[in-house]
């Protein structure tokens, strides 16, 4: 469909698109304020979907270290994300596609596709039209697709940013398509508090807004990312400095826990003023109260349960947020606060003393996914000291292969034990490239992506904790168990309890004579949510709280 076709849809459905931009300086919170206006949206029974714009130039994140950009966020049908989208399906309880994740990397490999092909023959290609057409297709057609009422669009990075301009343009243009009717632009500010004056400065955001009316942008409406609250003084100010209502500047204060912002804006009266805005009529209430008793819950002093996080990639949560959040939440269903403690996978490895201290203090280990040889021996010592102590251990992709490589040098014999991936010479290659990896040569894409189907076995640690025999779930891996080895590892008390069918792969595996030793191929930290913990994390904690 052309971006004609794909207006006049939109416009028929009636979605309402909502963009959010930062200024001032990184990680100030887009993903939380647009995640905040989507879960008041929904819950006035709107239908929301959101979309991530990325301004780098790699296609997907997949390829980029951890610590350079944090998580990669798997979808179902096996898209690599930005970790944004996990906040975003943890908090508004909808399942994304690779539509929602589009990068500049993307856009241009599109064009460029298309111009070897044939598609633009003829024409001379430009960044206009023919690059902010395929942004702007790219929108259109998810809101065609989905035909939700709202479309969130958040753009990643910083108004200023070189490489953010063409998404801004696309915003520009996208705004005189659809109308005011159809349109909203928001942007968060930092507004700094500078101690040794003792005064809030507006400036910077002043700046960031004269940025945006460069690109020919005016915000609908200005949050404010402020760590004290400013009086109607400044916002006066900010309203005639920044050509913005006055009415629609609002106040994202830092708070602790994050989603006591959800009802900080309610109270602001944000979604009340949002339906005015698009003329919506009635004015629908929004319904926290759900999020209200579990904020409520949350916010009460508990028990501590100390939890020791095994980690590669260390400087930054990032990384494993999505399993940070699993733990918290798992705790928090059990009325208790996780104590997480990060302890660096390589430290054990060289037998660091402060880090097997650590390591004696939890009450539960956590090893999640990670790739190649760099901590490997550390989390095998850490997996190791949970199998011998009967301490509480759950594996996460790369940790099911820690621990089975470990059983099997330490149970079984096999003294060489280890992973096809370490590229070390073994007699016993516990792990294995995938078959269907064998002929792959292209890094990015191209792992065992997306949700799979899991067939339990029944008595299993893993069916009790899921309570059905069929689930599904996301994968993000090349190497898999060796099935050569499975008879010998089930005669020793290794229980694989969860199978993919189709390729009798296993995808589950538990150990009979632990207290909780488990296992997963796949990462059920993608599919664990605030309101609902996932069953394995809250099977591991109950194991721990008792």
Not at 427 to 447: A, C, F, R, Y
Request: proline share 4%; charged share 30%.
């Amino acid at each position: 469909m052309t971006v004609e076709d794909l207006l006049s849809e939109v416009t028929k459905q009636g979605t309402k698109f909502i963009v959010v931009t930062g200024g001032v300086c990184s990680s100030i919170g887009k993903g939380i304020l647009t995640s905040s206006i989507g879960t008041l949206l929904k819950n006035t029974g709107a239908s929301v979907s959101v979309m991530k714009m990325d301004p780098y130039l790699n296609v997907d994140p997949g390829t980029i270290s951890p610590l350079v950009h944090g998580e990669v966020f798997v979808t179902d049908d096996g898209a690599e994300t930005d970790l944004d989208l996990g906040h975003y399906e943890r908090v508004l309880g909808v399942k994304f596609t690779k539509e929602s994740s589009v990068s500049s990397g993307q856009i241009f490999k599109e064009i460029l596709d298309g111009e070897r092909k044939g598609v633009y023959l003829g024409k001379n290609i430009q960044l206009i039209p023919h690059v902010v057409d395929a942004i702007k297709k790219r929108a259109l057609s998810l809101a065609v697709k989905t035909k939700v009422d709202f479309l969130l669009i958040e753009i990643g990075g910083t108004v200023g940013d070189i490489e953010g301009e063409i998404f801004l343009e696309a915003v520009r243009q996208l705004r005189l398509d659809l109308g005011d009717n159809h349109f909203m632009h928001t942007h968060l500010s930092f507004v700094p508090y500078l101690e040794w004056a003792n005064e809030i400065k507006t400036k910077p955001t002043q700046h960031s807004i004269m940025l945006l009316k460069k690109s020919g942008i005016t915000p609908d409406a200005l949050f404010l990312r402020v760590d004290k609250n400013v009086d109607d003084k400044i916002l006066k100010k900010l309203s005639v400095m920044c050509g913005i209502k006055e009415d629609f500047i609002f106040q994202v204060p830092t708070s602790r826990p994050i989603y006591n912002l959800f009802l900080n804006l309610r109270d602001q009266k944000l979604h009340e003023k949002i339906q005015r805005k698009f003329g919506i009529r009635p004015i629908k209430k929004t319904d926290l109260s759900s999020w209200e008793s579990w904020i409520k819950l949350i916010s009460k002093k508990k028990e501590e349960v100390k939890i020791g996080l095994i980690a590669k990639y260390v400087g930054s949560n990032d990384p494993y947020i999505s399993v940070i959040e699993a733990i918290k939440s798992a705790a928090w269903f059990f009325n208790r606060e996780a104590k997480i403690t990060v302890i660096e996978a390589e430290r054990l490895e060289n037998k660091e003393k402060e880090n097997l201290e650590k390591l004696k203090e939890v009450e539960g280990i956590v090893v999640p996914g990670g790739f190649d040889a760099r901590g490997f021996e550390g989390k095998i010592k850490a997996a190791k000291w949970a199998r011998e102590n009967n301490i509480p251990y759950f594996g996460l992709c790369l940790g099911l292969q820690v621990m089975l490589i470990e059983f099997a040098r330490s149970v079984l014999g096999f003294k060489d034990a280890s992973s096809s991936e370490l590229e070390k010479p073994t007699k016993h290659p516990i792990i294995v490239l995938l078959e269907e990896q064998l002929k792959v040569k292209d890094k990015g894409s191209s792992m065992r992506l997306g949700a799979f189907p899991c067939t339990l076995v029944p008595g299993t640690k893993a069916h009790s904790a899921y309570g059905e025999l069929k689930v599904s779930e996301r994968h993000r891996h090349r190497y898999e168990f060796n099935n050569e080895y499975r008879e010998a590892f089930e005669k020793a008390g290794a229980v694989f309890s969860g199978i993919y069918e189709k390729k009798d792969l296993v995808e589950i595996v538990e150990f009979k004579d632990h207290k909780f030793m488990l296992g997963t191929q796949f990462h059920p930290e993608f599919l664990s949510s605030p309101l609902k913990p996932h069953p394995l994390f809250k099977a591991f904690m109950k194991e721990i709280v008792g």
